[in-house]
């Protein structure tokens, strides 16, 4: 699977932030262009049972209606800011990728903006993968089907199995440049990943090392580090 981008700048973006959300550029490492958005928000699902009185609330805030709020209200953001970089990364809880009613919300959340799924890529944390390999291409597999695309986060952990046919459904996968050098378990994913066509996304890169970033496969950062 081949990334590419909905629109492209020259210009990166300026971090967009309010109390809500905080929104940064990601750019090609050797041309300087913005080839998508991250968005980040201080909100976060509780990942937790409820009990009591407060059982007959839980089914309101589940891990798909949640997200799906997230994306409706981060897309309405994104548009009223008129930033143009497509797609946007949102970053979305673990029980979310596990949650049957996750794509059909998100779908229908979408719908209700002036976005379309394939603008928005849903993040799922490098853990959400430890679960049998058939639940977890399912999950991504439904999602996809509504159009949406998928990443994974591996800048904590990266250690979750990810078969051939787990990779050909990921658009993007999220690294830490600092751990490349000393964690050989990492850079074997970042090769069998890049190999696939995912797009390999750095945090905390630095423009200089774009040239020696990208001869291992990663090409785009997220607001990469101005030289010295």
Same mark, same amino acid.
């Given at each position: +699977?081949?990334?590419?981008?909905?629109?492209?700048?020259?210009?990166?973006?300026?971090?967009?932030?309010?109390? !809500? =959300?905080?929104?940064?550029?990601?750019?090609?490492?050797?041309?300087?262009?913005?080839?998508? @958005?991250?968005?980040?928000?201080?909100?976060? =699902?509780?990942?937790?049972?409820? =009990?009591?009185?407060?059982?007959?609330?839980?089914?309101?805030?589940?891990?798909?209606?949640?997200?799906?709020?997230?994306?409706?209200?981060?897309?309405?953001?994104?548009?009223?800011?008129?930033? @143009?970089?497509?797609?946007?990364?949102?970053? &979305?809880?673990? &029980?979310?990728? @596990?949650?049957?009613?996750?794509?059909? !919300?998100?779908?229908?959340?979408?719908?209700?903006?002036?976005?379309?799924?394939?603008?928005?890529?849903?993040? =799922?944390?490098?853990?959400? @993968? $430890?679960?049998?390999?058939?639940?977890?291409?399912?999950?991504?597999?439904?999602?996809? /089907?509504?159009?949406?695309?998928?990443?994974? $986060?591996? +800048? /904590?952990?990266?250690?979750?199995?990810?078969?051939?046919?787990?990779?050909?459904?990921?658009?993007?996968?999220?690294?830490?440049?600092?751990?490349?050098?000393?964690?050989?378990?990492?850079?074997?994913?970042?090769?069998?990943?890049?190999?696939?066509?995912?797009?390999?996304?750095?945090? $905390?890169?630095?423009?200089?090392?774009?040239?020696?970033?990208?001869?291992?496969?990663?090409?785009?950062?997220?607001?990469?580090?101005?030289?010295?």
């Amino acid at each position: +699977m081949h990334y590419t981008s909905i629109a492209r700048h020259k210009t990166p973006v300026a971090p967009l932030a309010t109390s !809500a =959300f905080r929104i940064d550029s990601v750019v090609h490492m050797l041309t300087g262009d913005v080839t998508c @958005l991250i968005a980040e928000t201080e909100r976060r =699902f509780e990942e937790r049972a409820v =009990f009591g009185i407060g059982s007959d609330t839980q089914n309101q805030h589940s891990p798909a209606s949640w997200l799906a709020s997230l994306l409706e209200d981060v897309a309405n953001y994104v548009q009223d800011e008129g930033s @143009l970089a497509r797609p946007i990364l949102v970053q &979305a809880p673990i &029980a979310a990728l @596990l949650h049957r009613d996750t794509p059909l !919300a998100c779908d229908a959340a979408i719908k209700r903006t002036r976005f379309c799924p394939q603008e928005i890529c849903i993040e =799922f944390a490098d853990a959400s @993968l $430890n679960m049998p390999a058939a639940d977890t291409a399912k999950s991504v597999r439904n999602l996809r /089907k509504k159009g949406f695309r998928v990443s994974v $986060n591996s +800048m /904590k952990s990266w250690a979750a199995p990810m078969d051939s046919n787990l990779q050909m459904m990921l658009d993007t996968l999220r690294v830490d440049a600092r751990k490349i050098e000393t964690e050989p378990d990492l850079r074997a994913r970042i090769e069998a990943s890049a190999a696939s066509g995912i797009a390999i996304i750095a945090e $905390n890169a630095a423009w200089r090392d774009g040239e020696m970033l990208a001869k291992l496969g990663v090409c785009f950062a997220r607001a990469p580090r101005s030289d010295a």
